[in-house]
């Protein structure tokens, strides 16, 4: 019975010191933000169509300095509990989460690879098919997106030249903050607290309620649930994917690059569908090339996705077994589980506080 009471124990208890620092990091992020409450109107007009870009632009740019500060910061506040609950060897958890940023002369070919593969083999397929079996989403896509007054809305009213130029600077700062966030820290970093498949379970869960949260909008409140659910299960999803690669590569560059371009694909469909368009003619001109694109890259590197989805699939096989290390007994896997969307979850109401 000790050892049932002690698996228990560890289990949150790993959980809730992982949680304190995720509280110091996103209290910290808070802290800089309030940056963004004066800079950006130094720089431009608030009412001037160059104001969101640099928001965003600004945005990005605080939390890959707000989150290494403050993890250096945490690491003096929680040091005498961190001896024992660290699984890794926690060198310094600041140069840790920058260099997930490093691109060297050696390697800088296969991370590009990496954000190619990720692009054309989960977001473009991802995306197609679930317009293609639910076409709805897409409308449902361009009023959460293109809601009055909210971030982004006005480039729709823009000419294209304006719009994807702001897209592009927009969409590559949102997925550095993204990415960033959920998987440079809270997968990454969570690795060093708890199993790998926990971390990045938590980190997903958080990232996926964060799109779920488009359906608490004024223009989309009344709509159907299964389209907000639509895009938490596609991110739920895609979370999952990009951590697993982010805490094995440990490189954020292909994450950062695949989701920015995936973003940008999305509101230049977006884009159409406010031109008139329906989604036939929008996968006929923009998504069929680039599935073709996706076919021939299956096709070429297909040994290298074949080891990594086998890798891929014994990782999260592991995550559903019984942790020998803590002596885990199998109803107390079912606590783990239920744990980890349980803090995923709060994590998430704390960065819609915080962030």
Same mark, same amino acid.
């Given at each position: 019975?000790?050892?049932?009471?002690?698996?228990?124990?560890?289990?949150?208890?790993?959980?809730?010191?992982?949680?304190?620092?995720?509280?110091?990091?996103?209290?910290?992020?808070?802290?800089?933000?309030?940056?963004?409450?004066?800079?950006?109107?130094?720089?431009?007009?608030?009412?001037?169509?160059?104001?969101? $870009?640099?928001?965003?632009?600004?945005?990005?740019?605080?939390?890959?300095?707000?989150? $290494?500060?403050?993890?250096?910061?945490?690491?003096?506040?929680?040091?005498?509990?961190?001896?024992?609950?660290?699984?890794?060897?926690?060198?310094?958890?600041?140069?840790?989460?920058?260099?997930?940023?490093?691109?060297?002369?050696?390697?800088?070919?296969?991370?590009?690879?990496?954000? =190619?593969?990720?692009?054309?083999?989960?977001? =473009?397929?991802?995306?197609?098919?679930?317009?293609?079996?639910?076409?709805?989403?897409?409308?449902?896509?361009?009023?959460?997106?293109?809601? $009055?007054?909210?971030?982004?809305?006005?480039?729709?009213?823009?000419?294209?030249?304006?719009?994807?130029?702001?897209? =592009?600077?927009?969409?590559?700062?949102?997925?550095?903050?993204?990415?960033?966030?959920?998987?440079?820290?809270?997968?990454?970093?969570?690795?060093?607290?708890?199993?790998?498949?926990?971390?990045?379970?938590?980190?997903?869960?958080?990232?996926?309620?964060?799109?779920?949260?488009?359906?608490?909008?004024?223009?989309?409140?009344?709509?159907?649930?299964?389209?907000?659910?639509?895009?938490?299960?596609?991110?739920?999803?895609?979370?999952?994917? +990009?951590?697993?690669?982010?805490?094995?590569?440990?490189?954020?560059?292909?994450?950062?690059?695949?989701?920015?371009?995936?973003?940008?694909?999305?509101?230049?469909?977006?884009?159409?569908?406010?031109?008139?368009?329906?989604?036939?003619?929008?996968?006929?001109?923009?998504?069929?090339?680039?599935?073709?694109?996706?076919?021939?890259? +299956?096709?070429?590197?297909? $040994?290298?996705?074949?080891?990594?989805?086998?890798?891929?699939?014994?990782?999260?096989?592991?995550?559903?077994?019984?942790?020998?290390?803590?002596?885990?007994?199998?109803?107390?896997?079912?606590?783990?589980? +239920?744990?980890?969307?349980?803090?995923?979850?709060?994590?998430?109401?704390?960065?819609?506080?915080?962030?």
């Amino acid at each position: 019975m000790a050892k049932t009471k002690s698996s228990i124990k560890l289990i949150f208890k790993h959980r809730l010191y992982f949680f304190l620092e995720v509280l110091t990091i996103y209290f910290g992020v808070f802290i800089f933000f309030l940056i963004l409450l004066v800079i950006p109107n130094l720089i431009v007009d608030v009412s001037s169509r160059a104001y969101e $870009p640099l928001y965003f632009l600004i945005r990005a740019l605080l939390i890959v300095a707000a989150i $290494p500060t403050f993890l250096f910061v945490s690491n003096f506040a929680l040091e005498p509990q961190k001896k024992e609950l660290i699984i890794k060897e926690d060198i310094s958890s600041s140069k840790k989460f920058l260099a997930l940023f490093s691109i060297s002369e050696k390697n800088y070919k296969y991370q590009l690879l990496y954000g =190619i593969l990720l692009l054309f083999l989960v977001f =473009i397929p991802l995306d197609f098919f679930t317009y293609l079996f639910l076409p709805d989403l897409l409308e449902y896509s361009t009023i959460a997106l293109n809601t $009055p007054g909210s971030l982004n809305s006005y480039l729709f009213e823009e000419n294209y030249g304006i719009f994807i130029i702001s897209v =592009i600077i927009i969409q590559v700062s949102v997925s550095i903050y993204e990415e960033s966030r959920d998987r440079g820290f809270l997968a990454n970093r969570g690795s060093d607290y708890i199993p790998i498949m926990s971390a990045v379970i938590i980190s997903s869960f958080s990232f996926g309620l964060g799109h779920f949260n488009y359906m608490f909008t004024p223009y989309t409140i009344d709509l159907p649930i299964i389209y907000p659910l639509i895009w938490f299960l596609q991110t739920f999803f895609v979370g999952i994917i +990009l951590a697993m690669i982010v805490i094995r590569k440990r490189w954020l560059f292909p994450a950062i690059f695949a989701h920015a371009v995936n973003n940008i694909i999305t509101l230049q469909a977006v884009w159409n569908y406010l031109q008139g368009n329906d989604f036939f003619p929008i996968a006929l001109f923009l998504y069929c090339p680039l599935l073709i694109i996706s076919i021939i890259l +299956l096709i070429l590197q297909f $040994p290298r996705i074949k080891e990594g989805l086998s890798i891929g699939f014994k990782e999260f096989g592991s995550y559903f077994k019984n942790n020998i290390r803590i002596k885990e007994t199998s109803s107390h896997k079912i606590v783990r589980i +239920l744990a980890d969307f349980l803090f995923g979850g709060i994590i998430f109401l704390v960065s819609i506080l915080l962030m």
